[in-house]
């Protein structure tokens, strides 16, 4: 059995381009957070999309770019609506988190 590296590589890309965003460093974020969306995209990771999408609402709205940041924020709740997924999963407790980000809200662990 194979492992399908890009799916592994887009999910990392993303989690760094989150980690690269809380620490204000935007640019780094959206770098990483381009390759990963690529890599998820291609291998239809909807789940994992979603997670990256969310990262990178958070790193336009602190880049102060609202309205960018609400597009994908967006396609990650669709996302979460087409996988049936809950609240508590990864990409609900992602979109809860950006939803605060977006809104100036404060963040434990930032």
């Known amino acids: 059995m194979r492992i399908d590296d890009r799916r592994f590589e887009g ?3 993303g989690y760094l381009g989150a980690l690269h965003a809380r620490a204000s460093r935007v640019e780094e974020a959206l770098a990483s957070l381009d390759a990963g969306e690529c890599l998820l995209r ?11 999408l ?18 994908a924020l967006e396609e990650a709740r669709r996302l979460f609506k087409e996988a049936h997924a809950g609240p508590a999963s990864e990409l609900g ?18």
């Not at 969310?54 to 597009?71: F, I, K, Q, T, V």
């Not at 407790?93 to 930032?110: N, S, T, Y």
């Open 54 to 71: 969310c990262a990178r609402a958070e790193a336009l709205a602190r880049a102060g770019e609202p309205a960018r940041a609400l597009a």
């Open 42 to 52: 291609a291998v239809e990771d909807g789940i994992s999309l979603g997670v990256l």
């Open 11 to 13: 999910q990392f890309r």
């Open 93 to 110: 407790q992602a979109i809860a988190r950006a939803q605060w980000v977006l809104a100036g809200e404060p963040v434990v662990g930032d």
